[in-house]
Each structure stands twice: as structure tokens, then as C-alpha cells.
């Protein structure tokens, strides 16, 4: 996308050099040229292309039923994140998730609303009191992500940070319970 | 016929004879006549102009005011953010520095800064001699000016809105925001949106009537038909935003729970309102830039601008696509992506019309001999600048990059590219463009373009490598940077850049003023440009032209270069002053033949103490002193009655000479005057407003959770036939009234006062109803969605009835006569609309009641 | 009555859009409401519920504004013998439903591939 659009750019701006270094240069060109080659056929063409891969790309991340996924809750309140696991643990500021397969974090709205985003590992959603919001999220390999609140929630906005430890996935159950029992460090 | 008072102009005593070329050209006795009619009074009674020449200059004025305002907030975030120990306030404080920023250029600089523009030049542009509705500028600007100043006043006390320019509920609600720093922000930006609702009906009525004789449309200048488009889009965009001000304030102040999810409502209801005027708002903030951009391209090309009838469909589509886009800033709150794909197209669509006019711009100038100067220079800032920002427009719009880009810093830097190079950029061109117009001197050019330079490279030094910030995954709104993210030198990069270009815009500010106070005498059209406003003298005369042209193409002054000089001489239409009144022509639609003269009201305070009034009783409701909020709602209902008593004619005149052997009836005379129109406009955006309300009703029925409500909605028999069958009887007798004046003015009074009676009978009824059955409305959104849709019929049926009581006023007063009646015929329009309203609204309370109890089989 | 057949120029000139509004309003309205009762889960032949009711709230607004434009070129043909002003709102008002139908063409055509409630 940043080439195409550079190009688009340097295309604009060499033409707004000629017309201003090379006065006249397109006195004879039909105005109907402009119109329908650079008004309608270079943006037509070039922008289906766009829409029709942003579609089909948006449609593969969408958390299609029937995929087997891991599924936690996030509880996000003004300023903190709360994390629920399938069998009722809870974990304050980590998130605990196994690699290697997908993840769909249920975002769970509270008080005001809040953003869920862990960079690298996916888009954002947000947490919209009175409703539940699911993201599908893949960690590829082990290690620790940062995660932020990206929808503005108020003064301690900016403190709202969480981290997502992605676990090896053949033993997460048993490092997950050894994080909630208090065993190993949260 | 009234007899007024006219000051002395320069001109009438006898002055010495001199040919120094720095006096203006003498007056002749026509001339001084018109300046007596149209000049503002001095000292104090500056307040009481409505001129459109002296009120675009102050719109102008005040909002750069702000812009400097909004700019000093603009370095105060980069000087927070310079540096990961650079912070020097904390979030609390940070928090209202960026919403206020945002608040201030959106609502205070951007949209006053181009209906100032708007009303200075339309009129020049169309060959009138000043608009529709001269007092309603004047409301406008004092409405903003006070609302803006409220904003503003709370910034210095520092309970300044800190909720962002957004104002997302729940947090602005009064149980996370419990100051009144929210409710500052509501009633403040919603006393500002008055001023656009007004401005709005009154660009789209003077476009479409207040021109020269043989301007049609398809010869009308561009910038009028972006204009056009501009004002017909804030008809349409800015009801929701209003509606969902009203909504949150009534939350916030009674409690009624439109937003609060845990009984019925839903902070989405917000989101949809905000941006459902939010995004239309960026294209009317666009479209206006774009119409000078066309005025000034093909004169500093030299060059006809290519493809008008084009351009005309082109800005036509984007005015209506620019509509459905606003849930693109709602990628992630959880909504189908089948429905985010109507939305992604659109938003694709939409740089299809925008591409059209880049186009033809450029091609504009390849065909012309373009000459580099100041207004150029700036045009080409706004080419580099703007085509990057659409370019990140698209990125944005493609819903996985959305995904991972929203609320990022890549997106503050393409907002900014896209609206100071698609708005800022194009003003200053402007501002370079017409100095001359405004102040009939000659600009100083060294000065203007060190400035350029400034401006433009501290820009890109700014926001260029923002976009970097953001990719990094900077979050917006962050209230510091923190170390260890390689966002440093990012910031820091940006606060540099941020500081060079303050420094160019005070070198701008400098240099106009420099201007003014020293330039050279400019000649009249100093860019040899060929449309209407270059026709008036520089600096314009009150009443702009001295004399109406005949327009017969595209570009009068290439038809007839000493336009200008037999204007001044009185070759046109109404060059002879008389009675004292303020004359001008009025057109038909699209043909542009002359229909009639309109007279138009002389420098009055009223709509000053109107605004006074009104900022009353908004402070009233910002102070939560309640009781003072129904005697300054009386006020101003007193003013605005006030008003009519300055409007109009008691005696028939017949048809009166326009000069050049044309011989129109007055504006009293005519079946569809201004007036006429303006209400028209005025019930499309109220319209908007009842709709967006029902709208929101169905939308807490269908997505909010917690629903059905606690109770079903009962509507008590007798004052709902009340209701309807006074609703509906008030509309006649209006109806009958018009149809009773050419028998007897009285019959139509007496018929007058029975539809105010039967529109106070209906708003009784819907009150009484709303009491009945709806004893508890703070308990379920169901609840307060009727509360609220009754209550718009009460208000209706209250407006009503003192429209009717002035209309039988105005009957006996001798305003109204068989060929008076337009007065009768406006008010017409009101009653028939509270009509249709009252019906809608009764089928929708039982719509929606009857609906209510589906929801339980919807899939949770 | 000049002032009302002026006015009926203007909004003649943005029928077609007004058009592509409506689908708007009404595809959106409809998928919301599909999806909070369940319709894409009952079966229709081939296609589900949902997509039906798209499709044809769809093909009924293409059809409304194909129909216009085919309006819209007689009468722009007409104009064009007239005089300028008639020629002017004849070429704009069909360019512009013109470019409705392939606004409301390219807009909702995801309605026939993308999954309708995720």
C-alpha cells in the first residue's frame, strides 16, 4: 500500500511540476481526458483492486464459527484489565494465552468504554459496556506482547497497559494454574 | 412606509476637490444615497449591523481568534509530548488541553472560518446586494461569538470539557464526568451549532434566490453551487449531533437514560449520532475550501476552469456519499463486517468525486499559463499536502488496516493532512487571494512567502513522521510518551516541526496586519480575474454593488471589463435609493429571471439581545439555576416576536420600477418570498432532527441491551384524539385563514387564533400524555425515547401557537392584505409540518410499543 | 408557477442519489434486523433468509434507478435541443444518476459474498 501510494503521490506531483515548469504543456489535451482517465479510470481501477483484497482480507480474520479456539474474557474498568479464564480463574494486568493456536478474547464491556490491542498480535476492539465484542488473536510463538486501552477512558488512560504471555500451548493449562494458584509469578 | 433616520456620509458635506489617487473616487448622489441607506452606524451602534460585508469580516476575524487559540493548545500538547520527561501538566489538565483543541478548531475555527468567507464573498459573487436574512447573519455571529466565548472562559478556569472532541458516553456521562466540564461542551458547541442551522438556511435560500438577473444556475460561479452543496449537507449533518447534544444533556441533567446500558440505552446510540454529522462535517468542512480552489485556479492559470458541469455532479455526489461513511470510525466497536463493507465502500466511492476535481484542477493548470505568487504557492502546498492525506485516506478506509491503525498516531497525522492541507492551506491562499478585496491594498510578498515556507515545511516536519509514531503503535491521546518504545525522537521530531510552524502563521498574522496598515493602493481587480465580486469597489461599499448587473455568461468581466465603472455610474438594476429602504433583486431558482425586490431590514440590536437572551438561558442550564431557564426562554420569544415588527408592509404597492425599464412587485407582494424559503430549509433540518430521533429509538429497541423495558407503553385514550384531532385542526385553520384574506383580514385573524389555541390544546395534550403514561421516564430508555418524542410535539404545538398569534397580529396590524398573505403561507408551512409530526409521532410511540415485547426473540 | 419547476431541477439532479440513500438506509436496516433475529440461520432454498431479503432489497433499488436513467436520457435528449439551461440540468441530472447506479452497484455488491452477521 505505501508504494502504490507514493507512486500515486510522485504522479500527482510530477504533473503539478510539468504544469508549473512547462507552462501550456496540456493546452490541447481534450478536457475529457482528465475526467475519465484520471478522475474515473485511474481511481476506479485502482480502488476495486483495493476493496476487493481488503474485503476478502477482513473476511479471513473474522472469527468464523466452528474453529476450534481458545476463548477468554477480558473485563477491561477504568484503569485496569481483568482477564477470566474458562474455568472461572481471574488475572489482573497479564493475560495468559497459549501460542500456536488461535485465541478469541471476548471483550466485555464495564464502566466507560475501553479499546482492546495487543500490537503485534492483532487488530483492536473495543469494550462497549452492554456488549460483548470477540477478537480472534494467534501468538506464533512463546513471549511476553504488550498490550494498551486505545479508546480514550478518562485521566489514567495512559497507565492502562496490560501484557499478553503467550505459553507454550502443550503446557499452558498447567502453567495457567500454577499462575492463578499464586504458585508462579503473575 | 417606514421613515427612518439616515446617518451622513462622507460626500454629502462639501468636500475639497482632490485627484490624490489615494482617496477613493468620489461618490455620485446615488451613491451617497445607497451609503446612507446601508452604512452601519458608528461607535456602538457597530452592534447593530447586519451587513454581510461588515459580518463576514468579523466571522473571519473571531475565527482566527480561535484558530490562534486552538494553536496555542496545539503547542502546549507538543510541548507536553517533545520529550518522555518533557510533560508538564498531568492527565487531568492534559486531558481538556486536547479536547479543547480539537473542539476549538472543529466548532470555532474551521466552520465559522468558511461561513465567514461564504458571506463576505456570495453575494458579491451573485451580483446581490446582500442576503436573505441579514439579521439571521447577525444571530449567527453573536451566537457563536457568545458560544465560543463560553468555551473558551471555561478553558480559564480549567473545568474546560476533558472528555475528547468526541465526547464518547459513558465517559462524558454525569457518573464519570460528574463537573460541569461536560455540559460545558454541550450547551456550548450546540449555542455554536444555532449560528451553522442559521447560516446554513441562509446561504442555501440566498443561493438559490438572491442573484443577478440572468445568473441561472448553469451560469452561476462555482464556489456558489460548493456552497450550495455545503449548505444542504449542514441541513442534513448537523440535526443528529444537535439531537444527541439534547439527548446527553438531558441525561446528564434529568437523568433520562438515552445512553446508559443498564437501563436501555446505549453508548452506540451516541457514537452513530456524533458521526452520523461527524464525517459529513470533514466534506463540509472540504467542500468550501475546494469552491475557492475552483475560483482561484483558472485565474492564476489563466485558464476557464475545465469541466463545470463536471464539477457540479461531482461535488452533487460527494455532498450524498459523504453520508455513508460515518461508521468508519466505528470499525471496531463490534458491528457485521458485512455492514463495515457498505461503509468501506463508500468511503472508497467517495475519493472517486474528490479524485474528479484533483484531476481537473491539474489539468486546469497544465492547459493555462499558471503564474507563481502567494495564493499559488499555497495552492501547491494544498496539492502535496492533500493528496497525501486522501492517499491515508484510503488506507483507513481498508477495514484491517483500520483494525490495527485506529486510534493511533497515524491517524491524528492523516486528519491533519487531510484538513489543514484540504482546509487551512486553501484559506490562506485565499487570504492572500482576496487581502486586496478586503482591504483595496496591495499585499507585501516577501513576507508571504518566508511564511509559506515556514508553514509548509513545519507541517510535513510535524506529521510526516507522525504517521511513523502511529505505525509504532503510539496510542492517541496518550498524556506522555513513554521511554523504551523508540517513540522519542519521533515526538520530538513533531514538536520541532510543530514550533516552526507557529512561527509561520504569526509571520501570516504580522503580514496581513503589515497590510492593511501599510500597503499600496491595489487597482480594482488586481488578479484580472472575471466573476462578479471583482465588480464592486475595493474595499466594497456597504451595499457592494451601486448598481444590480444583467449577467449573461460565466464570466461577466470578460464580457464587459468596465463592468465595474458602470455599476459605479448606476447602469443597473435599482440604482436609485428610495423610501430608505435596503433593496436587492430576487430571482427565480434555476432560470434566473428576476421575480422580485426584496427589502431588507436596516441595522437593528435585536438579534444582539436575542443572543443575549439565548446565552442566558444557556448559562441558566449550565448553572443548573433552573428557574431562570423559563423566564429567558420567554425572552427570547419576546425578541424573536420583536423581529417581525421591523419586516414588512402595510400597504399594497403594486409593481415598482427595478430601473432598466423592469417594473417587480415587493417581496410582501409575492407568493413565495425569502421568508418562505427559509422556513422550507428550516423544517428539512428539523425534519432531520425528528428523524435521527426515531432512528435512535429503533436503534436502542433493536441493540441496546435490556430490553423490552420494565412496562409497556399504554397511550391513554382522550388526549391522545386530543392530540391528533388538534394537531390536525390547527393545520387547517391555518390553511382556511390563507384562504380567508382576500374576503377579510379579520375572518383570518379570528381563524388565526383558534390554530393557536388548537396548538396549544395539542401541546397541552401531549404533555398531559407524557405525564400519564409515562410517570417514570428516568427508568428505562423506552421511557425517555417517548418522553422525548412527546416532548417534540409539545414544542411544536407551542411554536405553533405563537407563530399563529402573530400571524392574527400581523392580520390586524395591517401587515396582511389579499396580496400580502405570504406571511400567512409561511406560518402555513409550520402548522402543516407540526401537523405530519404530531401523526408520525403518535404511529411511531405505538410502533415502537407494539415492537417492543419482539425483541425477546431476538438472538442474544 | 417558474419557482416550482426551477426547484424540480434540483432535485431532479439528485433523484438518483436520493435513490442510493434509500438502499442505504434500508440494506443497513435490514441487515441489523436480520441479524438480531436470527434470519441468516433460516434456510431459503440455496440462500439464507438474510441474503434474500439483501438481495432483493438490492436488485429492487438498482432497478428503481436503472429505470430512472433510462428517464433521465430521453429527457436529457429532449433538453438538448432547448436552450442551455435545459441542456445543463438534461447532462447533469443523467451523469449524476449515472453515477448512482454505479454507486449503488459497487456499493452493496458485498452483500453477495461476504458472511452476513459476523
Not at chain 2, 621 to 627: A, E, N, S, V
Amino acid at each position: 500500500m505505501l508504494a502504490g501510494s507514493s507512486a500515486i503521490f510522485l504522479f500527482v506531483s510530477a504533473l503539478l511540476a510539468l504544469a508549473l515548469l512547462k507552462p501550456g504543456l496540456g493546452a490541447n489535451v481534450p478536457p475529457k481526458r482528465w475526467l475519465v482517465w484520471g478522475g474515473l479510470a485511474f481511481p476506479g481501477v485502482v480502488l476495486s483492486a483495493l476493496l476487493v483484497f481488503a474485503l476478502a482480507t477482513g473476511e479471513r480474520l473474522l472469527p468464523h464459527p466452528g474453529t476450534q479456539a481458545y476463548t477468554v474474557e477480558a473485563l477491561p474498568e477504568q484503569w485496569l484489565w481483568r482477564f477470566r479464564y474458562p474455568g472461572g480463574g481471574e488475572s489482573v494486568g497479564t493475560l495468559h494465552i497459549p501460542a500456536g493456536q488461535p485465541v478469541d478474547v471476548r471483550v466485555i464491556g464495564t464502566d466507560v468504554i475501553h479499546s482492546f490491542w495487543v500490537p503485534r498480535l492483532g487488530g483492536k476492539i473495543d469494550a462497549i459496556p452492554g456488549h460483548v465484542n470477540t477478537i480472534r488473536l494467534t501468538a506464533d510463538r512463546p513471549g511476553s506482547y504488550g498490550g494498551v486501552c486505545s479508546e480514550f477512558c478518562g485521566t489514567g488512560h495512559t497507565g492502562m497497559i496490560f501484557t499478553a504471555l503467550a505459553h507454550e500451548a502443550e503446557g499452558f493449562e498447567a502453567a495457567l494454574a500454577a499462575v492463578l494458584s499464586g504458585e508462579a509469578p503473575r | 412606509m417606514s421613515q427612518v433616520d439616515l446617518p451622513l456620509v462622507p460626500g454629502d458635506v462639501a468636500e475639497p476637490a482632490s485627484g490624490d489617487a489615494a482617496l477613493p473616487p468620489k461618490l455620485t448622489a446615488a451613491q451617497r444615497g445607497l451609503e446612507r441607506i446601508w452604512a452601519t452606524p458608528p461607535g456602538w451602534g457597530r452592534l447593530s449591523s447586519v451587513n454581510h460585508t461588515v459580518l463576514g469580516r468579523r466571522f473571519i476575524v473571531a475565527a482566527f481568534v480561535f484558530f490562534a487559540i486552538g494553536g496555542v493548545l496545539a503547542m502546549l500538547i507538543r510541548a507536553q509530548l517533545a520529550s518522555p520527561r518533557s510533560a508538564f501538566v498531568g492527565p487531568d489538565v492534559y486531558n481538556q488541553i486536547f479536547t479543547m483543541h480539537g473542539t476549538v478548531m472543529m466548532f470555532l475555527f474551521a466552520i465559522p472560518m468558511f461561513e465567514g468567507l461564504a458571506i463576505y464573498l456570495l453575494p458579491k459573487m451573485l451580483g446581490a446586494r446582500d442576503f436573505a436574512f441579514p439579521r439571521l447573519t447577525a444571530l449567527g455571529f453573536w451566537c457563536y461569538l457568545f458560544g465560543g466565548s463560553i468555551l473558551i472562559a471555561a478553558l480559564v478556569m480549567g473545568v474546560a470539557p476533558d472528555s475528547g472532541w468526541f465526547m464518547y458516553t459513558p465517559l462524558s456521562s454525569n457518573v464519570y464526568s460528574p463537573g460541569i466540564n461536560a455540559d460545558v461542551w454541550l450547551l456550548g458547541v450546540t449555542f455554536v451549532e444555532i449560528s451553522a442551522v442559521a447560516a446554513a438556511v441562509e446561504l442555501t435560500v440566498s443561493i438559490l434566490k438572491f442573484r443577478a438577473p440572468g445568473m441561472t444556475l448553469a451560469k452561476m460561479p462555482l464556489f456558489a453551487w460548493y456552497i450550495l452543496v455545503t449548505a444542504g449537507m449542514m441541513l442534513v449533518g448537523f440535526p443528529p449531533l444537535i439531537l444527541g447534544s439534547i439527548l446527553l444533556e438531558l441525561e446528564r441533567a434529568a437523568d433520562l437514560p438515552f445512553f446508559d446500558p443498564t437501563r436501555g440505552g446505549d453508548p452506540l446510540l451516541w457514537q452513530h449520532l456524533f458521526w452520523l454529522f461527524g464525517h459529513p462535517e470533514v466534506y463540509i468542512i472540504f467542500l468550501p475550501a475546494a469552491g475557492i480552489l475552483t475560483t482561484m485556479i483558472p485565474v492564476l492559470a489563466r485558464r476557464e476552469i475545465l469541466g463545470y458541469s463536471w464539477i457540479v455532479v461531482a461535488i452533487t455526489a460527494l455532498g450524498f456519499l459523504s453520508f455513508g461513511l460515518w461508521v468508519h470510525h466505528m470499525f471496531t466497536v463490534g458491528i457485521p463486517h458485512l455492514a463495515q463493507s457498505f461503509f468501506s465502500a463508500a468511503s472508497v466511492l467517495v475519493a472517486i468525486p474528490t479524485g474528479v476535481q484533483i484531476f481537473l484542477w491539474l489539468g486546469t493548470l497544465m492547459a493555462g499559463r499558471p503564474r507563481m505568487s502567494v495564493p499559488m504557492l499555497f495552492v501547491v502546498g494544498f496539492f502535496l499536502i492533500f493528496v497525501c492525506g486522501g492517499l491515508t485516506g484510503v488506507m483507513l478506509a481498508i477495514v484491517p488496516f483500520d483494525w490495527q491503525a485506529h486510534d493511533t498516531h497515524f491517524v491524528v497525522a492523516h486528519l491533519h493532512y487531510v484538513l489543514v492541507g484540504g482546509f487551512v492551506f486553501p484559506m490562506l491562499a485565499a487570504a492572500y487571494y482576496y487581502l486586496p478585496h478586503v482591504t483595496g491594498r496591495e499585499p507585501l510578498y516577501g513576507v508571504g512567502k518566508l511564511a509559506f515556507w515556514l508553514i509548509f515545511l513545519g507541517f510535513n516536519a510535524t506529521f510526516l513522521v507522525m504517521h511513523l509514531t502511529g505505525l509504532l503503535g503510539m496510542p492517541r491521546r496518550w498524556a506522555v510518551v513513554p521511554e523504551g518504545y523508540g517513540w522519542d525522537w519521533p515526538n520530538l521530531v513533531s514538536s520541532i516541526g510543530g514550533f516552526v510552524m507557529t512561527a509561520g502563521f504569526a509571520l501570516f498574522a504580522a503580514d496581513v496586519l503589515f497590510q492593511i496598515r501599510f500597503g499600496r493602493r491595489s487597482k480594482p481587480d488586481p488578479w484580472g480575474a472575471e466573476t462578479l465580486e471583482w465588480a464592486t469597489a475595493i474595499p466594497p461599499r456597504p451595499y457592494a454593488f451601486a448598481a444590480i448587473p444583467a449577467v449573461s455568461s460565466r464570466t461577466p468581466l470578460r464580457d464587459r471589463p468596465d463592468l465595474g465603472a458602470a455599476l459605479e455610474r448606476g447602469e443597473g438594476y435599482l440604482a436609485e435609493p428610495r423610501h430608505g429602504w435596503q433593496e436587492t433583486l430576487v430571482v427565480g431558482i434555476a432560470d434566473g429571471r428576476p421575480e422580485h425586490i426584496a427589502v431588507l431590514p436596516r441595522p437593528t440590536f435585536l438579534p444582539l439581545l436575542t443572543a443575549l437572551a439565548i446565552g442566558a438561558f444557556v448559562l441558566s442550564l449550565l448553572f443548573k439555576l433552573y428557574w431562570l431557564s423559563p423566564v429567558a426562554l420567554l425572552l427570547v420569544t419576546g425578541l424573536l416576536l420583536a423581529w417581525s415588527g421591523q419586516a414588512g408592509q402595510r400597504q399594497d404597492h403594486g409593481p415598482l420600477s427595478a430601473g432598466m425599464g423592469l417594473a417587480l412587485p415587493l417581496h410582501a407582494e409575492v407568493e413565495r418570498p425569502a421568508t418562505w424559503w427559509g422556513m422550507l430549509f428550516l423544517l428539512v433540518a428539523d425534519a432531520t432532527l425528528f428523524a435521527s430521533l426515531m432512528f435512535g429509538g429503533l436503534f436502542l429497541w433493536l441493540v441496546a441491551p435490556g430490553w423490552p423495558g420494565p412496562a409497556p407503553l399504554d397511550l391513554p385514550w382522550t388526549p391522545t384524539v386530543g392530540l391528533l384531532v388538534s394537531a390536525l385542526a390547527a393545520a387547517l385553520l391555518g390553511r382556511a385563514a390563507l384562504i380567508a384574506v382576500p374576503r377579510s383580514t379579520r375572518l383570518a385573524a379570528a381563524l388565526l387564533v383558534a390554530a393557536a389555541l388548537a396548538h396549544a390544546l395539542a401541546a397541552g395534550c401531549a404533555i398531559l400524555i407524557a405525564a400519564t403514561a409515562v410517570p417514570t421516564p428516568t427508568l428505562h430508555a423506552h421511557m425517555a425515547v417517548s418522553v422525548a418524542v412527546l416532548g417534540y410535539v409539545a414544542l411544536h404545538g407551542a411554536i405553533g401557537a405563537v407563530l399563529a398569534g402573530l400571524g392574527a397580529w400581523r392580520c390586524l396590524a395591517g401587515y396582511v392584505s389579499a396580496k400580502r398573505s405570504a406571511d400567512l403561507r409561511t406560518g402555513a408551512l409550520w402548522h402543516g409540518y407540526t401537523a405530519a409530526a404530531t401523526l408520525l409521532a403518535l404511529g411511531f410511540l405505538v410502533g415502537l410499543g407494539r415492537l417492543a415485547p419482539l425483541r425477546e426473540l431476538a438472538v442474544p | 408557477m417558474i419557482g416550482q419547476r426551477s426547484a424540480a431541477n434540483l432535485l431532479l439532479l439528485t433523484a438518483g442519489l436520493v435513490i442510493w440513500s434509500s438502499a442505504f438506509v434500508t440494506l443497513y436496516a435490514a441487515l441489523s434486523i436480520g441479524c438480531a433475529f436470527g434470519w441468516e440461520a433460516v434456510q431459503v432454498g440455496p440462500v439464507s433468509l438474510q441474503r434474500l431479503v439483501l438481495v432483493g432489497l438490492w436488485l429492487a433499488h438498482l432497478a428503481l434507478i436503472a429505470g430512472l436513467v433510462l428517464w433521465m436520457r430521453g429527457r436529457a435528449r429532449r433538453a438538448s435541443a432547448g436552450d442551455g439551461l435545459a441542456g445543463f440540468f438534461g447532462r447533469t441530472s443523467l451523469w449524476a444518476s449515472l453515477v448512482a447506479l454505479a454507486a449503488t452497484l459497487v456499493n452493496y455488491a458485498p452483500i453477495l459474498g461476504l458472511s452476513a452477521c459476523l
